[in-house]
């Protein structure tokens, strides 16, 4: 049996196998709401054999989206139709996974497809946008506001609130989005987080947000539940976030309830370097679960199911997390199977397009 299909339980929650849909921003969201195309985005990847389906980064106030067209789970009401492609992940036999997030200084830009650029309030933007220190992430871009305590513990309140209505939504997995340059990333990077007060300066009190919101979220998440933690395991540029801080996080992340780091990389700064190649973020994930003792997952140009089971045989990680190949072939999965000779049952809408493998 290849290690990719063997199940993977965490806590209460058993993964069919190591497949996970990595969050990927759609932009198709009006006031954060999910419609049909999350249904049918989400939901063919969950038909299409992967074991866990996570959202896009789901804003956890209005103004933490990335765009105005991010998706959201800060109002009640959004809970409806989260529910149903919940249901409807579930009733195909993945596990449905959140993604929790705020963009910092990051937020209030076009989608990737008009510019990305910084928005006027004309434009559908927002002022101000927040972050630990008023700091651009460009040279010339909105100058962000430098959130008070008050303004942060009002944050790690936000964060529990969306963890509850997330709950209620059905998702059997949080991951808490801190990588990528977004809010709780910028408070971990030195590059971003210039305070000289109990959240800044120190190695602790960088991390002492990202710990408070972990602890929040763990008081109203069912302790049958997991809890991911995504980072940037490196910020790729000189004086920045490195790994070896990365593995003293998930030292401290273990003991408040998170399950699995989730290592990605990179985003707190444009004059980061990145020597993007297949797998280039899997040492990343196999020093994390080494020397930080706490389940991983790999993610970046991860594409072919060989590679994917070698991560998994060398021990760099307990699951692979797919993106952008996931949108080229919403059923990996089950071509996976099929490339590495295991028999996995296919919808059966679908058995008359299984193809037949040969015996061996």
């Not at 800060?74 to 989260?82: A, F, N, Q, T």
């Not at 964060?159 to 971990?188: D, K, M, N, T, W």
């Not at 190695?203 to 008081?219: D, K, M, P, S």
Request: some cysteine.
């Amino acid at each position: 049996m290849a290690l990719l299909f063997e199940p993977l339980t965490l806590r209460g929650v058993t993964l069919r196998n190591r497949i996970a849909v990595s969050p990927m921003c759609e932009y198709s969201s009006v006031d954060g709401f999910a419609n049909d195309w999350h249904l049918v985005h989400l939901g063919s990847r969950a038909v299409g054999g992967a074991a866990l389906v996570f959202t896009e980064a789901s804003a956890i106030e209005a103004d933490g989206r990335i765009s105005p067209w991010d998706l959201g789970i800060y109002r009640d009401e959004h809970v409806s139709k989260l529910g149903q492609i919940t249901a409807f992940i579930h009733e195909r036999g993945a596990i449905a996974g959140i993604q929790l997030a705020h963009a910092g200084r990051k937020a209030s830009v076009a989608r990737p497809w008009e510019g990305g650029a910084p928005l006027a309030t004309d434009e559908g933007g927002w002022q101000p946008i927040v972050a630990p220190s008023a700091s651009p992430f460009l040279d010339h871009g909105p100058l962000p506001h430098a959130l008070t305590v008050a303004e942060i513990r009002a944050l790690v309140t936000s964060f529990a609130r969306a963890a509850e209505r997330a709950l209620a939504a059905g998702f059997r997995v949080i991951e808490v989005h801190s990588a990528h340059g977004y809010l709780l990333h910028e408070f971990l990077s030195p590059l971003a987080n210039l305070r000289d007060d109990a959240y800044g300066g120190s190695f602790a009190n960088r991390a002492r947000f990202l710990r408070e919101v972990v602890g929040a979220i763990r008081t109203v998440w069912p302790e049958r539940f997991p809890l991911f933690v995504r980072i940037s395991a490196s910020d790729w540029i000189e004086g920045g976030w490195t790994v070896d801080d990365s593995v003293a996080l998930a030292r401290d992340l273990a003991p408040f309830g998170v399950d699995l780091i989730d290592c990605s990389s990179g985003g707190v700064s444009p004059r980061q370097n990145i020597p993007m190649r297949p797998g280039y973020q899997v040492p990343f994930a196999a020093k994390v679960r080494a020397e930080g003792h706490i389940p991983t997952g790999a993610v970046g140009m991860i594409t072919d199911p060989h590679q994917a089971e070698q991560i998994l045989r060398e021990g760099s990680a307990d699951i692979v997390l797919l993106a952008r190949e996931m949108l080229r072939d919403p059923y990996w999965p089950l071509h996976a199977a099929l490339a590495l000779g295991v028999d996995v049952a296919w919808p059966d809408q679908y058995l008359r397009a299984k193809p037949v493998q040969a015996k061996t």
